[in-house]
């Protein structure tokens, strides 16, 4: 769990813990006690990189946040109107899984000239092949490292990214739901997995290759990394965002955001600021997670990382920081950025 410590005693600089996980948080008069196992530490002020369900599991933290706004925490919701899903095209799915397959020959560099796009057109949506392992690639998501260019190339290739259904072959990798991270390596590959996995990138690649005119790979990958976070709310979970539709195609008819969250009267503002600074009237606890995002399933944009780092900036500049020098106008005046509340250059949305 990230948390960002600013401590009291050394008001200049900030202090990172690692491999440390925070069970409970105390608000103190001043400041707040952070509770790891046994141990506590005292900070000044404490932004949490937590989401959702970690967050909801901070005892003491829970009792001093208002119901309301607990009922907004708890809140998940993903309606998917027909208008922008087709009936059946997509699935929730039981986890969201990422994996990479690392070649000791980068093929798709030294043998298609291939480092952009995906396969297929839309690699969230994969093709299943006769492995029944389901591939969408991106070829230019993952390093590569070559002697020069387009020679002796090696690296990672992102053979899949999207949510899991039926199938357990990336997800069998994961040590538990709150062990993400998996890996495989050939020593250790004892039903043949990785060899499966190769045959399955080359069957949805076949056409690739001879459009080419080039010679499909027999070595299979050398090493494959896997990342899993659940949907079943357990352990480190996948982003559990609210995403709601007031379109008539939903299932269930319009879903206005406090229906879908049973909140009367919820505005998105209310559920950004709320759950920025969780314990009204204190700014030293604040909130800045993926997780965090109250917006309608028409306008949403992905799960991406910047969620949490806009979410981060909004609270810095309600706590009155100045907007770091580096952070130019023509940055700020990114539209996807101020569309999502960017506010060093634009309060309007607090």
């Known amino acids: 769990m990230g948390i960002l410590l600013i401590s009291a005693r050394l008001p200049a600089r900030g202090q990172l813990y690692l491999g440390k996980s925070l069970t409970d948080l ?9 509770v790891f196992g046994y141990d506590t530490v005292h900070a000044k002020e404490v932004m949490l990189n937590l989401p959702r369900t970690p967050f909801l599991s901070l005892p003491t933290l829970r009792q001093a946040i208002p119901n309301r706004t607990i009922g907004m925490a708890k809140c998940v919701k993903f309606d998917l109107p027909t208008k922008f899903f087709p009936a059946g ?49 991106h070829f230019n998501d993952g390093p590569v490292r070559c002697d020069k260019p387009g020679v002796n190339c090696r690296g990672f290739l992102e053979v899949y990214y999207s949510t899991v259904n039926d199938e ?29 996995l190769h045959a399955a990138v080359m069957e949805a690649t076949k056409k690739l290759f001879q459009k080419k005119n080039a010679t499909q790979p027999q070595e299979p990958p050398s090493l494959l990394v896997v990342g899993v976070w659940d949907r079943t709310g357990s352990g480190y979970t996948a982003p559990t965002k609210v995403y709601y539709s007031t379109d008539a195609s939903n299932p269930g008819g319009p879903d206005p955001l406090e229906k879908a969250c049973g909140v009367a009267g919820l505005t998105e503002k209310e559920y950004r600021d709320s759950l920025m600074f969780p314990i ?5 606890i604040s ?10 399933t028409e306008t949403m944009f992905g799960d991406w990382a910047e969620e949490s780092l806009l979410q981060a900036e909004r609270a810095l500049r309600v706590k009155g920081m ?15 950025l101020e569309n999502s509340g960017f506010c060093w250059f634009r309060d309007s949305r607090f």
Not at 174 to 184: D, F, H, K, M
């Open 26 to 34: 105390r608000p103190q008069e001043s400041g707040v006690q952070l």
């Open 322 to 336: 100045d907007r770091p020098t580096w952070l130019d106008q023509a940055f700020g005046g990114n539209s996807r």
């Open 168 to 196: 357990d072959f990336f997800e069998s990798l994961r040590p538990s739901t709150y062990e993400p991270l998996g890996t495989l390596t050939p020593d250790k590959d004892s039903t043949g997995k990785l060899p499966r």
């Open 89 to 137: 095209s997509f699935e929730l799915g039981k986890s969201l899984t990422k994996a990479y397959a690392f070649y000791d020959d980068a093929w798709w560099i030294t043998r298609l000239n291939q480092s952009a796009g995906q396969l297929p057109a839309n690699a969230f949506m994969p093709v299943n092949t006769s492995e029944h392992i389901p591939i969408g690639i």
């Open 287 to 296: 909130l800045a997670n993926n997780d965090w995002v109250a917006q309608t």
């Open 280 to 284: 009204p009237n204190r700014t030293d």
